[in-house]
């Protein structure tokens, strides 16, 4: 996907309860959490569908975020709050927001539109970044997905 095909438009999110597994360290071990969260996912019934959308809120950019300081939190919309687990999966809200949005097809190694939002949209839209951070939706996941039809959704919050 080529950063000239993303479009963007400017939506209202709605507040979203979601569990949460914290990740901290290198982007190259990502898959690593990722694994665990899903084997959690699939241990209490939270297979990915429109009750259960898989999001992942991105605190820094994978590409310069200094040597084991990636954070993301993994994350997966519930509609009740999760039990204290062995797992260390907690509970947390992403709130609502005005968030400017792009779809990425394609493959998660490298999401164009996140740079593309960041460094292209942004600084010419006359809009503010908000205090809080990217975050995507991943729209289709699971291991039956082609890495060229994988879809992301990208949200930029804004003031």
Same mark, same amino acid.
């Given at each position: 996907m080529s950063m000239a095909e993303i479009q963007v438009s400017i939506v209202d999110f709605p507040e979203t309860k979601v569990a949460v597994l914290e990740y901290i360290g290198s982007p190259k071990l990502e898959h690593e959490a990722?694994?665990?969260?899903?084997a959690w996912r699939k241990l209490n019934g939270l297979p990915p569908s429109a009750l259960h959308r #898989?999001? @992942?809120v991105h605190y820094n950019d994978p590409r310069s975020a200094p040597v084991g300081e990636y954070r993301v939190d993994l994350c997966? #919309?519930?509609s009740e709050d999760v039990p204290a687990n062995e797992m260390g999966v907690l509970n947390k809200i992403i709130s609502a927001r005005r968030c400017a949005v792009a779809r990425h097809i394609g493959s998660r190694d490298n999401v164009v539109a996140a740079a593309y939002l960041y460094e292209q949209w942004l600084p010419q #839209?006359?809009?503010q970044q908000s205090d809080f951070p990217l975050f995507f939706h991943y729209v289709n996941? @699971?291991?039956h997905i082609a890495v060229q039809?994988?879809?992301?959704?990208?949200y930029l919050p804004l003031r």
């Open positions: 990722v694994a665990r969260f899903v #898989s999001y @992942g997966v #919309s519930v #839209s006359g809009e996941v @699971g291991p039809d994988m879809l992301t959704d990208v």
